[in-house]
C-alpha cells in the first residue's frame, strides 16, 4: 500500500501467502501467491480526471469498521466513500485522496499523488433507515440482506455511475413491506467544508409510512436557519435546514433538505429526522448532507456569516441517471475487410526478435571494454524477477566471463537460501541455485578486477524448465568502467511483446494447432472468454478486476487485436457469459449485468442480477459460473466456505458447497444441488443438461464431472455433522472421474457444440486443468447415458499446453479459445485433417466389456489380438480424507477382440462391474496403426461405470 496512508485508512484485503503445491487446489493457492503489486507489469496506469468517477469492489479491511466483505469503494475527486452491501449504507469516508486502481494492484486501493489527509472515521454518520407504518406506534429496522430472504427481502441492486455522483440502488424489507431505493451519493470539499451528499428515492411505500435517520449527538447541539442563526428545535426542516453540533475538533454539520414536511424529533443521546409521510404513487424523496469544517478558526466554531453561505450554496446532485439508452460505440476496428492485406502501422511492425523465454535469452551486441555489466529490470511478468544464471562472454565466445567476476543485485528476497546473490554467477542452473529480487524493479551486475572484452550476455528465469515465472520483459544491459557512467548495449526494445508467461507450442494435437492471442496488458491473467453475436470478444481479468474486449481475430492473424477496456472494479470475476446482447459476469458477492448507458464504450451501470449467498473471509472463495441452458438460464457453484487453517468448516452464508440457477426473465435465484466442494467450472452438455467440475480434496476423491440433477447431494458436506454415515453414497454420482495424474485441479468445461466444425468430437466436452505446470492439459469427456444416469470415458486431448487453463467457449469461428490464468489467451484451431482417435467407448449390454469407436478406419489387414487391449480397474473410497487412493486394484484380461468390417470399430470382451461410487476402467491399446501408417498417439481411456446397460 501506499506509504502515506495511515493505519485507519481502509484498504482492499491484500493477500501475500507462499504457494504451496498441494495440487488439487493450485487455483487458489496461486492466487494467495500473488504479490499485493506484482512488480512492474507494463499495465497502462490509469489517470485520474477530474470528472471520472471508480467505483471498486473486494473484501475490505477498516480498522475503524467491522470489516464487510461486500465492500464497495466510491471513488470520487476529492475522496472516497466506503459503502457496505450488506449494510446497505457507506460505513466510512476520507478527503483529499483519489482511488484509482493502479498496476496490478491484487485489489489494492491507492491513493491520487496529492494523497489524503490523517483519516479520521469518527465524524463520519452511521445512518440505519427505519420506517414506521401509518398508525404504527414504534420504528422498526430494515432487514438485513444476509437474513433477509434471498429474492424479495433486502438486498443491493447495483450501481449507477455519473459525472459527478454514483447511484446506489437497493432494496429494503421490514416484514411484508417492500421498497425500491436509489441512493445518489456525491463526496466533495467545498471551502473550508467537505462532506457526504446523499439524496434518497423511496419507491412504492405504503401510504401514510414515514422513514427516518438517528444522528449522535457528542457535543453542543444546535439548529440554524438559512440566514446562519439559531432557530428553535422541533421547526420544519425548511425552516431549519442544518442541525450542527461541537466536537473535540471540529463543528459536524447535518443538511436535510429536498422534503417539505420532514421534521427533527429530539431523543435522549441521538436526533431522529422524519421524513413526511409517503402518499400513493409518489415517490418519497429526501437529501440529507453530512458536513464538517475542515479548517477551523481560532474559536473552533463557524461563523453565522459562513453557516449562510454554506446553507444558501450547498452542493447540486445534477446526474440524470434514467435517460434512454444510447446506441453503443463500435470496437475499435483492427482486421482487413475480406480480401484486403493487412497494412503495418505503428501497432503491428514486428520487433526484429523474438520475445523473451524463461529457459534462454541471448542478448549480442558490439564488443566493447568494460569493468561491470548490468542486467536493469524494469517490469516482469509477475512477481520480482528471478535469475538462475548470467553468462558473459566475449568476441570469441570461448569463455563464460561472468564466473571470475563479482556478482551484485540490487536486492535479494529474505529468508530463501536457494535465492541468492551469489548464485548469479557460481556455475550452477536451476531454481534451486537462483537470485530472486526483493522488489519490483531491480539490476544485478558481474564486477571485473580488470576491464574485459564483452560481446554478449545469456541469461534465463530457469534453464531446467521448471519455473515459468518471474520472467523480466523490459529489461536493458549497460556496461560501465567508472559504475557511475552507463552505456546501453541492448534491451528488450527490439524483442517481440511477451504475451505470455507460458510459450505455445503450435503442434497441439493431431489434427489442431494452438495460436497465442496477445492479452490486453502484460501480465494480464484471464480467467474466462465469450462473444456476441457481433463477433466481439470479450475477456475477464481476474487480478484487475476487468473485462476487455476485441474483434475475433482473424483466422490467419492471431496476433492482429485492438483491445478496448469495458468494464472495472469487479471482485475476482470467474465467469462470463452474454445471453441475447445482455453481458452477465459471476464476481465473488454476485452475478452482474453490464451495462453501457451512454454508449461511450465503456459500462456505467452494473446491475446486481443475483446475490445474498454470503462469504467469509476465506480468501480462496469464489463464484464459479456462468452456465447458460436452453431456457436462458443462469447456472453457477460456490465452494464450500471454510479455512484451510482451521479444522472443520465455516459456512457463514447460504447455499454454500451448491449449484444455483437464476431464472430466465424473473432472476429468481434457485438452489438446484448441494455437495459441492471447489466446483471450479459448469457449462452445458449433451442433451441441454448442465455439468460441473469438481476438486480433489476432502470428501471428494479426485477430479471429476458431473451431471447436474434436482435435489441431489455429490459428496461433500456443508459441516462435519452433516457428513453421510460410513455405508451410505452421495445421490449425486460422478459421470466421470478424471485420473489424478492428468488431472489435478479441474476447471471449466465446454460442449462441443459446432456439428463438425471443430473435428470429429461433437456433442463430446471437453476439461481444462489449472495444475500450473504440475498437469497442464485438457481432457476429452465422451459421454454416454445409460439406465438415465450419464457416464462415459475421458481422453487425453492437448498435453502439458496451457498452463493454468480456466475457461474454454467456443467462437463464432466454431474454434476453441482458452483463457488460461498462466499461459493467457489461445485459440485451438482445427485443421480439417482429422486425426487417428478414439472417438468414443461405450459399454456393452450386461457389462459383457466395451466398444472403441474410432474417428478413421485401422490399416487395411489389421489383425487384433486381445493382449493388445491393457485394462485395469479401481474405485475410490468416500471418506472425509484429502483424496483416495485407488482401490483394489485388480487386472481384467480382454479374452475377445473384434475389428468392424469398416475397421472402424473395436469390441472387446471382458467382464466390467460395477460400485456405489463408480469404479474405473482404464484402457491401453498398443500396436494400432491408421490406413497412412500413423499411430494411435492417444491411445488411453478411462470409462467411470455407474450403471450396467440391460
Partial sequence: MNPTLGTDQWRFRTLNRPFVALTSLGFYLLLAGFSPVAGGSGRPTLTPLPNQLLVQRGDTTVSTVTRPTRGISLGFVDGTLLFDADQLQPVAAWFGGFVRSTEQPYFGLYWHPAGPREADRTWFPILPIQLKLAGGETWSDFERPLESEVNTGSRFKGYQIGKSSIRLNYHLAWGDVHVKVTEDVLLETRGPWEGVVRSWAFQALPPGARVAWEFPTTGDLGYFGPNGLPVTLGADVAEAPVSGFRTNERILLFVASGGAGAQWESMVTARRLISAPAQKGTPLLLRVDSWRQRDRGPTGAPTVE???????????????????????????????????????????????????????????????????????????????????????????????????????????????????????????????????????????????????????????????????????VDYTVEVSSDGVNWSMVASSKDREPFRNAVAILPAASPGYTMQAIPAPFPGCRPSDVAFDADGVMYVLAITEGEVWRTRTPPEAHSDQV???????????????????????????????????????GVADHFRTVSSGWGLSQGWHEYTFGLAVDREHNLWFGLNTGFFWTNPGYVNPGRYRGSILRIDHGTERLVEVAKGCRVPNGIASGPDGGIFFTDNQGDWIQSCKLAHVVPGRFYGHPEYKADALAKDRSPTGPSAVWLPYNLSRSSSGPVHDNTEGKFGPFVDQMFVGDVGYGANPGIMRVALERVDGEWQGACFRFIDNQPYGCERMKFGPDNQLYLASLTTGLTRVRFTGTEPLAIQSMHIRARGEGFILQLTRPLATGTKLNPEQFRFRRYHYLYTGNYGSPEADIQKVPVTAAELSADRRRITLKLPVETYPIGMIYEMRADELLGEGGEELKHNQAWYTVQRLPH
Fill in 306 to 472: 459562513t453557516l449562510a453561505a454554506f446553507v444558501q450554496h450547498a452542493p447540486k446532485l445534477i446526474d440524470a441517471f434514467d435517460l434512454p439508452p444510447k446506441p453503443p460505440s463500435p470496437v475499435p476496428g483492427y482486421i482487413a475487410a475480406a480480401g484486403e492485406k493487412l497494412v503495418a502501422t505503428e501497432e503491428n511492425v514486428s520487433p526484429t526478435r523474438a520475445a523473451v523465454n524463461h529457459q534462454e535469452n541471448i542478448e549480442t551486441f558490439a564488443a566493447v571494454k568494460t569493468r561491470r555489466a548490468r542486467l536493469s529490470i524494469a517490469a516482469t511478468e509477475n512477481k520480482p524477477a528471478g535469475i538462475d544464471e548470467i553468462e558473459i562472454y566475449g568476441p570469441a565466445a570461448l569463455e563464460n566471463l561472468a564466473l571470475r567476476g563479482t556478482a551484485s543485485a540490487s536486492s535479494v528476497v529474505s529468508g530463501y537460501p536457494i535465492h541468492q546473490v551469489s548464485h548469479l554467477n557460481d556455475g550452477r542452473l536451476g531454481n534451486q541455485h537462483s537470485w530472486v529480487a526483493g522488489a519490483a524493479t531491480a539490476w544485478v551486475q558481474i564486477e571485473w578486477v580488470e576491464p574485459v572484452e564483452v560481446a554478449k550476455v545469456v541469461w534465463a528465469r530457469d534453464r531446467t524448465g521448471v519455473c515459468k515465472d518471474r520472467l523480466a
Fill in 562 to 600: 485492438r483491445w478496448q477496456k469495458f468494464a472495472s472494479g469487479l471482485n475476482h470475476p470467474l465467469g462470463l457469459q452474454i445471453v441475447n446482447g445482455h453481458i452477465y459476469v459471476a464476481q465473488k458477492p454476485e452475478i452482474t449485468e453490464l451495462l453501457d448507458r451512454d454508449g461511450d
